[in-house]
């Protein structure tokens, strides 16, 4: 993305072209839970962060395949934790949120409403919308705006309903209508191509409101290959149903598209950040947020979209117990949000043009066909295995196939988490082995009644609509293979998997990429407590004991000494050390904090001095920034005057920049700095100063940026409506763990009545055959020669189930060729062809787009340039300190001179190369024709 935008940005500014697709972007990722305790008791990022910015420079040298170097990332203390700002080799910004679960609430949604709320309520609409503040109790629940319907009984305008954009100005609600929201995985893999064909389908129709792409799952493994053919299928057949009858119900949060103005929504962003309050929430909400999402938008009128030409790569579970947890949260909050669909459906159909009765129809059936697959399954394999052995044994296997789904049952009741997936594991390879004799049942009862049997006809349309639909898909063919793991596997996934995700409804941690992080001991508290008491008894013998007590008395004496040298040096440093801070306290009274440079000190970002208490402000004043400065001075005086302790490195570190406030060690030993005064006393921490992380040497030693008091106080506003952490109340964990096990008891018992009645009655209907046959029974003649004037009868309902699943079958078949069909002319709106036009016709956007991308490329070019960012750092070259300035990163300014270790600085150097060899020299930029002209320099040589 940084390097297609650069190369846009380039096109337009170098050669005068006017770029449709242009864009500018940023890009943000947050991390969840990323701080951690150290062994000082200092949060600290945990080592995730840090494996971040380790692999920054690899990650950089290996797409621009050179040796690059990226300036260390700008470090800026939030409420929320910690931010790093990276500027990428194309001069866009590349932005890190550490959350400590100390001061946000962490999770996966709640990280989707901090950004929500930053990236919409902040950067968008420049903290304008007063709205945002608003009580969680005001806007929590089903408590939604009602739609306005006119007199036809149509909803009105979508803003109409809104009363955010009613408080916007027309500037406001085109930038909302066109800021768009790329949401991702760690994980995922995609290239700029994908996301601009999302972006169409959002510039086509401004309802659209998110927009998915095509998932393709990657990985190594059995588990890897049937989530390639279910994937494929899901994509083929269900989402692109969904896109043509309606909506599609669930854009994955791994690859998407959201618009700015739909999650801004009344009814969307803010119902979005209703905290749980009842187990059916944990499961709806936090269980499958990104469904959740989709639901809302639904449910307000937008519409969701599926392309298929826009492709994305993600790493999918390839264990069997990664595969099983994962699918534990995803069926019961596809369930949950399906109900809350369906239970909503008559204000759905009235609000969204896209969805009608049909849509909601279909949507029910699908859902009903779901529900029933365990019975199904059961009632498949039991018929199967009587066929192959034959006889009058069939309440024998059907018995059988029941009694071994009621073991599993009792399993996952009784036993734990990892025993029930162990089980499950194995009872998966023995139906795996089972399935084969299925096969054979249904070779042998098709060679038996023919091909005009219900069974057979529907197996050969099945495999009819995956072949067609694979041809239709020639670059995922191959997809199909695995289809032979996942017909062994039907069992697994549709009885095992959904007994294990009822069963255990009531578990809603993630399950899936999760590590076990240490415990976190908080200075003072208990296992403070507990670790001192250990090291006091950790005294085995008398020796250690005089020992220990040898070492306090000379650590005592040490101390004594020092302190007494110290005062005798103390009147001549103290003399010097007033005459800086008054000479200091007179640059500052003529010009005020921030004044004239737009940057804020730390002194000014808790408000002015009017709306702060007077004793805060002292006590502020006392302990922080002006102590500091004394400090500081203080050691570099010890420094240059030789007195105290040397620095291990021979002195090399003696002089100290203003970074010496930021950069201070907690621990003496930690920091050669300290180590010029003895027994320095611990520097006293504030979190939106001087917090302990920004010191780690493992995130680089960049410059310290702080927030201005706009953007301080939005984080804080924020963090205390919707984001605090969430205090453990045993009392309400309590109740709703019981809540969640009454749930889990309640949904449990109705999944498998819902399948105990279906074999009930196809039971019935066996024990009934010879009276009902020539009545209820349907009769279906045998073809050939052989069976001639036979006929066969089958049971009603489930020849009315097969008659209804291969009615969705081909639904999903005939709007797959639909879409098909439109995803086709949206690749040939965007393909430029030549071979069909005679005369020669002007070069391209595209075309001098992919050349400027060329010509920007970093290889190749010469090794010894010095490494010079893009853009100048805010502040650089100006009367304030670099350490300590703060604000807006995005304000950058540009260099008359640019480095060939940039995208900018390569492109401008063969630039300019081009430039000289312009056989006309009253042109004054090089044209896209020249370039073309002169295409096949070599990039290694310039």
């Known amino acids: 993305m940084d390097v297609d935008q650069s190369a846009r940005s380039n096109a337009q500014e170098y050669f005068g072209i006017k770029d449709p697709d242009y864009y500018e972007f940023e890009a943000h990722v947050f991390f969840d839970d990323g701080m951690t305790t150290n062994s000082d008791s200092e949060r600290a990022c945990n080592i995730f962060v840090k494996t971040l910015v380790d692999v920054i420079d690899s990650a950089a040298s290996s797409i621009h395949q050179a040796s690059m170097v990226i300036a260390p990332p700008i470090k800026s203390p939030t409420p929320y934790g910690a931010r790093l700002t990276w500027t990428l080799p194309g001069g866009n910004l590349f932005f890190v949120h550490v959350k400590d679960k100390q001061k946000i609430r962490h999770k996966k949604r709640w990280s989707q409403v901090m950004y929500m709320y930053y990236l919409l309520g902040y950067r968008l609409m420049g903290n304008s919308d007063e709205g945002i503040y608003m009580n969680q109790s005001e806007i929590g629940g089903k408590k939604r705006t009602p739609a306005r319907v006119n007199s036809m009984g149509n909803i009105n305008d979508m803003k109409s309903r809104s009363k955010i954009f009613r408080q916007m100005d027309h500037i406001q609600r085109a930038q909302a209508e066109n800021t768009y929201l790329l949401t991702l995985d760690g994980d995922i893999d995609f290239k700029p191509e994908s996301v601009t064909l999302l972006v169409d389908r959002m510039r086509k129709n401004p309802k659209v409101g998110a927009a998915c792409g095509r998932i393709h799952p990657i990985g190594t493994g059995p588990m890897v290959w049937y989530q390639k053919f279910e994937y494929a299928i899901g994509h083929w057949l269900q989402k692109a149903a969904e896109h043509m009858l309606g909506c599609v119900l669930c854009s994955p949060g791994c690859f998407s598209l959201f618009r700015g103005s739909s ?78 669909l369906l239970s909503d459906y008559h204000r759905t159909v009235i609000i969204n043009d896209n969805i009608s009765y049909l849509y909601i129809m279909y949507q029910a059936v699908v859902t009903g066909a779901s529900l029933l697959a365990p019975a199904t399954v059961i009632l498949m394999m039991a018929g199967a295995v009587h066929v192959v052995v034959g006889g009058s044994l069939y309440w024998l296997w059907l018995g059988l196939s029941v009694g071994a789904s009621i073991f599993y049952l009792i399993v996952c009741f009784k036993c734990k988490s990892s025993t029930q997936i162990t089980v499950a594991g194995y009872m998966s390879t023995f139906y795996a082995i089972l399935m084969l004799a299925v096969t054979v049942g249904i070779v042998v009862q098709t060679a038996q009644d023919t091909w ?78 507990a670790n001192t008491s250990i090291i006091v008894t950790g005294c085995d013998s008398f020796k250690d004991f005089l020992g220990n007590c040898f070492c306090c008395i000379r650590h005592k004496l040490s101390n004594m000494f020092t302190a007494e040298q110290n005062r005798n040096q103390a009147p001549k440093k103290d003399e010097i050390v007033r005459e800086i801070m008054a000479e200091l306290d007179r640059i500052e009274a003529g010009r005020p904090d921030g004044a004239g440079s737009g940057y804020t000190t730390p002194r000014n970002l808790y408000g002015s001095n009017s709306d702060i208490n007077k004793d805060y402000e002292r006590n502020r004043i006392g302990g922080g920034m002006i102590p500091q400065r004394q400090e500081s001075i203080v050691k570099q005086l010890n420094d240059i005057h030789g007195d105290g302790k040397k620095s291990s490195d021979g002195g090399a570190d003696k002089f100290k920049d203003s970074e010496s406030v930021i950069y201070a060690r907690g621990r003496s030993s930690d920091d050669p700095y300290y180590q010029s005064v003895p027994n320095e006393p611990r520097i006293r921490r504030d979190d939106l100063v001087n917090p302990y992380w920004i010191t780690e040497k493992e995130l680089k030693r960049g410059p310290v940026r702080y927030l201005d008091n706009i953007e301080t106080q939005f984080w804080q506003k924020l963090i ?33 009545m819902l399948n105990f009645l279906w074999l009930f009655i196809i039971f019935l209907l066996q024990i009934v055959q010879d009276q009902l046959k020539d009545t209820l029974y349907i009769a279906i003649p045998r ?99 670099p350490d300590l300035v703060s604000g807006a990163e995005t304000q950058r300014k540009r260099k008359d001179h640019y480095t060939s270790k940039t995208l900018k600085g390569a492109f401008v150097k063969r630039y300019n190369a081009l430039s000289k060899k312009n056989p006309n020299p009253k042109q004054q930029r090089v044209t896209a024709e020249t370039v073309f002209q002169n295409g096949a320099f070599d990039l290694g040589t310039h």
């Open 263 to 340: 999650i801004m929504d009344d009814n969307v962003m803010r119902t979005y950040a209703t905290k749980s309050t009842e187990a059916r929430h944990y499961v709806q909400y936090d269980q499958g947020e990104d469904r959740w999402l989709c639901t809302l938008l639904l449910q307000q009128g937008y519409k969701i979209e599926y392309c298929a030409a826009a492709d994305a790569s993600t790493f999918a579970p390839e264990t069997f117990r990664e595969f099983f947890n994962q699918r534990r949260r995803w069926i019961p909050s596809t369930l949950a949000n399906m109900m809350d």
């Open 452 to 529: 005009t049997s219900p069974n057979a006809m529907f197996i050969i349309i099945l495999t009819g609509i995956f072949l067609v639909a694979g041809l239709l898909h020639p670059e995922e063919f191959l997809c199909l293979v695995p289809g032979v793991l996942y017909f062994l596997c039907i069992p697994s996934g549709f009885l095992l998997l959904f007994i294990y995700s009822m069963t255990n409804l009531n578990v809603i941690s993630w399950g899936t990429r999760e590590v076990v992080i240490p415990s976190e001991h908080p200075p003072g508290g208990a296992n403070s407590k």
């Open 720 to 752: 205390d409506k919707y984001l605090n952490p969430l205090k453990q109340d045993k009392g309400h964990q309590d109740k709703i763990t019981s809540e969640l096990v009454s749930l889990r008891n309640n949904a449990s018992f109705l999944f498998f």
């Open 783 to 881: 073809g050939g020669d052989i069976h001639e004037g036979d006929e066969k009868h089958f049971e009603p309902l489930s020849v009315a189930f097969l008659v209804f699943f291969a009615l969705i079958i081909m639904i999903q078949f005939v709007s797959m060729l639909f879409h098909r069909y439109g995803t086709f002319l949206h690749i040939l709106s965007s393909t430029r062809l030549r071979c069909c036009s005679k005369k020669y016709k002007p070069i391209g956007v595209e075309d001098i787009v992919e050349t400027v991308k060329m010509m920007q490329q970093i290889k190749g070019t010469e090794l010894n340039d010095e490494l010079e960012p893009d853009y100048d750092i805010l502040g650089e070259g100006d009367d304030v300190n």
